[in-house]
């Protein structure tokens, strides 16, 4: 759709100190630090904790192949997840962010823990990926002290119950007024426009109908021009949709993410890089 492009052609992410222009659909690689999430729980972990040279050896594959940014997280938010202590989480995220940090690249770390949150930024993390949508105060006033990028996102409940019973009365129109809401709660915080991102939380307290009527009508989820971040890979609705199981679920992930690029998705948030950059160029020669 030429109006979806035009209105994210000009669209850029300010970063810290980094900008990511949004030209084209971006991708963001995911690198998860926990023994129990549910796609790649436990890869990057031994008898002695995280494994760094396994994590940087990833990250880089990752950036050869063609990722923008990468997505680090110490807490799994799956269905039915139970919290990490901080202490725990911080010592999972800061040595890997450290490392990253190394790289000619985007970092940002996937918390809901405003002290996580800022040990983050104090370490120079350049987005803070939080699945609550800025609905702690503490952890909006560590992103508006900072100069690092958000992405906010939309969550029905908490990990250890959102799937549960996913309720709403009209799930599109709801999800778009959350993030309007919490785009108004981040202005009045002092974080511009450029540093905000938006994520309607794909299987965040969704069903798998509501997932497809969020995904059909993604353009209806932009808010003022504001970049949308997608994260569909290996998800559970590629499952139902499929019949694969988590390992298998790479053609599917491929394919939402092209559809997600299609509906005006600004960055979409990956397990296989190679494969959606692919993809993704093939999209953009269609649409030049």
Request: hydrophobic residues 45%; contains cysteine; negative net charge.
């Amino acid at each position: 759709d030429p109006a979806l492009r035009a209105a994210s052609s000009g669209a850029v992410l300010q970063t810290g100190a980094r900008t990511l222009t949004l030209e084209r659909t971006r991708i963001m690689g995911v690198l998860n630090l926990t023994p129990d999430s549910f796609s790649d729980g436990g890869r990057f972990l031994s008898d002695r904790g995280v494994d760094l040279q396994l994590v940087r050896a990833e990250a880089e594959a990752m950036l050869r192949a063609g990722a923008d940014l990468l997505d680090v997280g110490g807490e799994s938010t799956r269905p039915g997840a139970a919290p990490v202590s901080e202490a725990e989480e911080l010592e999972r995220v800061i040595p890997v962010l450290n490392l990253l940090l190394e790289l000619d690249t985007i970092v940002s770390v996937d918390t809901r823990k405003p002290s996580v949150a800022r040990a983050a930024l104090a370490a120079g993390c350049h987005l803070i990926n939080d699945v609550s949508g800025l609905t702690d105060e503490a952890m909006l006033e560590a992103v508006a002290g900072s100069s690092a990028g958000v992405c906010i996102m939309h969550m029905q409940g908490q990990p250890e119950d959102m799937q549960v019973d996913p309720s709403y009365t009209d799930v599109v129109a709801e999800v778009r007024e959350f993030l309007e809401r919490q785009v108004g709660r981040a202005r009045s915080a002092g974080i511009p426009d450029a540093r905000i991102c938006l994520d309607p939380g794909f299987g965040f307290g969704k069903t798998l109908t509501h997932n497809l009527e969020l995904l059909r009508s993604l353009a209806e989820l932009r808010v003022d021009g504001l970049p949308l971040l997608v994260g569909l890979s290996r998800k559970r609705m590629i499952g139902a949709l499929t019949g694969a199981e988590v390992g298998e679920r790479m053609p599917g992930s491929v394919a939402a993410a092209l559809l997600a690029a299609e509906r005006g998705a600004n960055i979409v948030r990956v397990h296989d890089v190679a494969e959606t950059a692919q993809a993704l160029k093939i999209l953009e020669a269609v649409r030049t």
